[in-house]
C-alpha cells in the first residue's frame, strides 16, 4: 500500500549534472530512512546514500564530495542531487523508504521505487 516514484532521470555528459527525486506515497504513519541504491549491468545493487527522518546523511566512498541527498520530511519526497557525473554512475537508480505503516504497530518495512535509468556519456 505504499508507493515510491523516482524521477529525473536521463542522458547527461560527464561533467554535467542530474536532480532525482522520490515521493512516497499511501499508507504511511512515519519514514525512518529513504535512500538511493544503483545497479549498473553486470553489477549488484549497490548503496549510494541514505538520510534519516532526523537529516543524517551516508555516502558511498565513490559518490561523496559530488552527490548530495535531501528529504522532505512533509512531503515525504526523497532528492539526490548528483554533480561531476562519471560515465562509472551510469546505473538504474531506485530509491528506497523504511516506512512506518501503522499507528499502532511499530514496524518498519522496506519498500522500493521502480528504478530510473541515468545514463553518462563520456
Known amino acids: 500500500q505504499v508507493q515510491l516514484v523516482e524521477s529525473g532521470g536521463g542522458l547527461v555528459q560527464a561533467g554535467g549534472s542530474l536532480r532525482l527525486s522520490c515521493a512516497a506515497s499511501?499508507?504511511?504513519?512515519?519514514?525512518?530512512?529513504m535512500g538511493w541504491y544503483r545497479q549498473a549491468p553486470g553489477k549488484q545493487r549497490e548503496l549510494v546514500a541514505v538520510i534519516t527522518s532526523g537529516s543524517v546523511t551516508n555516502y558511498a566512498d565513490a559518490v561523496k564530495g559530488r552527490f548530495t541527498i535531501s528529504s522532505d520530511n512533509a512531503k515525504n519526497t526523497v532528492y539526490l542531487q548528483m554533480n561531476s557525473l562519471k560515465a562509472e554512475d551510469t546505473a538504474v537508480y531506485y530509491c528506497?523508504?523504511?516506512?512506518?505503516?501503522?499507528?499502532?504497530?511499530?514496524?518498519?518495512?522496506?519498500?522500493w521505487g521502480q528504478g530510473t535509468q541515468v545514463t553518462v556519456s563520456s
Open positions: 528506497n523508504a523504511d516506512v512506518q505503516t501503522r499507528v499502532d504497530y511499530q514496524t518498519f518495512y522496506r519498500y
Open positions: 499511501g499508507s504511511i504513519f512515519s519514514i525512518n530512512v
